[in-house]
């Protein structure tokens, strides 16, 4: 028997992460989102487990979205409604060692291939990573050490990409095996 997709959603202490608000997470539905759903626009960001290593936060949940309309994109997906379902085993210190993690996996292969976007981009991490830290060791609940994750993740993505032809999927799969690894769970 097939597995159910479960979904989850980053946050910053129950907090959207780019935007503003806040959730409710006693397991009630958060309000309902009417109109044509586009990413980025309209609609609550969610992710299956193919999608969490996209994006990074302070924390992580299990949520379960009303899958009617939901529209499922490379890198998120789109729903009109969601619940809390449960908080999973993760913290801010988790997020700045999953980012060193990306930035250290980048600049090895950066430094084996060669190729000069590979450094650039993994340049770009580790000085993203750096900000990122800096930010937090300021003020743990400033949205500016996320924003330096997430860039710092995704240019340690693509070093690792620009480094092997036809190795996004392959680094999006170690990135999430590490995130389970550091959980203790699978997604």
Not at 12 to 27: A, C, F, M
Not at 77 to 100: G, P
Not at 133 to 147: C, E, G, S, V
Not at 162 to 168: D, F, R, V
Request: charged share 25%.
């Amino acid at each position: 028997m097939p597995r159910r997709t479960l979904y989850y959603k980053w946050m910053v202490n129950g907090k959207p992460i780019h935007t503003y608000g806040t959730y409710v997470l006693n397991g009630n539905w958060q309000p309902k989102i009417c109109g044509r759903l586009k990413a980025c626009c309209v609609g609550y960001h969610i992710c299956d487990a193919d999608q969490v290593s996209e994006w990074c936060g302070t924390e992580l949940w299990q949520v379960e979205p009303e899958t009617k309309g939901m529209h499922i994109l490379r890198n998120k997906t789109v729903c009109r409604t969601w619940r809390a379902v449960r908080r999973l085993r993760w913290s801010r210190h988790d997020m700045c060692a999953y980012v060193q993690w990306c930035v250290e996996r980048a600049t090895a292969s950066a430094e084996k291939s060669r190729h000069y976007l590979a450094r650039t981009h993994s340049n770009w991490a580790a000085s993203d990573a750096r900000r990122c830290f800096q930010a937090f060791t300021a003020t743990p609940l400033d949205m500016t050490a996320i924003h330096y994750a997430m860039i710092a993740m995704r240019y340690a993505t693509e070093a690792v990409v620009l480094s092997h032809k036809g190795a996004y999927r392959a680094e999006r799969l170690a990135q999430r095996r590490w995130i389970e690894q550091r959980m203790g769970e699978r997604l």
